[in-house]
């Protein structure tokens, strides 16, 4: 597996990014997620995007972090916040997303980012799975959806 940092709008990323929006309609029935976001939101330092490409060399996986600062909705100063984690159906339970997510963890760490915060939902069990055994915890709602019954929040502090 290779996972490298990619543009937000490379065009695997958004061949990626609208499996995971097709997806996102197919469990909430709502079109995908809403949350406004930029390629800029993913350019180094402020954050990064990346891509797990396999033997033969195709997008499989990917997520990304973008900084967040104390903005009274949630966020707090130092904030990187996880974005568009998906891995593939035919990929799946191989340990990608695990992968994927201590990588991005460690670029955030990097960059000096001292939480990593994200919201997913009650229609994702699997993801939920993933991140409660990852260390993160339930957080304050934070962002787009921070007022819908079904949206969860977690973050782990990312330490040194």
């Given at each position: ?45 402020r954050g ?10 195709r997008p ?37 997303a695990r ?62």
């Open positions: 597996m290779n996972i490298r940092p990619v543009a937000f709008d490379h065009p695997d990323a958004v061949k990626l990014n609208d499996e995971v929006q097709a997806e996102y309609h197919e469990r909430y029935g709502d079109g995908g997620d809403a949350t406004v976001l930029e390629p800029s939101d993913f350019r180094p330092p990064v995007y990346l891509i797990a490409y396999d033997e033969l060399d499989v996986a990917t997520g990304g972090w973008r900084s967040q600062e104390g903005d009274g909705k949630g966020h707090e100063d130092g904030d990187a916040e996880l974005k568009r984690m998906f891995v593939i159906r035919e990929m799946r339970g191989r340990g990608l992968r994927m997510l201590t990588a991005l963890e460690e670029d955030a760490r990097a960059a000096g980012r001292v939480r990593m915060v994200l919201e997913t939902g009650t229609e994702q069990p699997e993801a939920i799975a993933l991140y409660t055994s990852s260390g993160y915890a339930p957080c304050a709602k934070f962002g787009y959806y921070r007022a819908y019954e079904n949206s969860r929040c977690y973050a782990k502090p990312l330490g040194s």
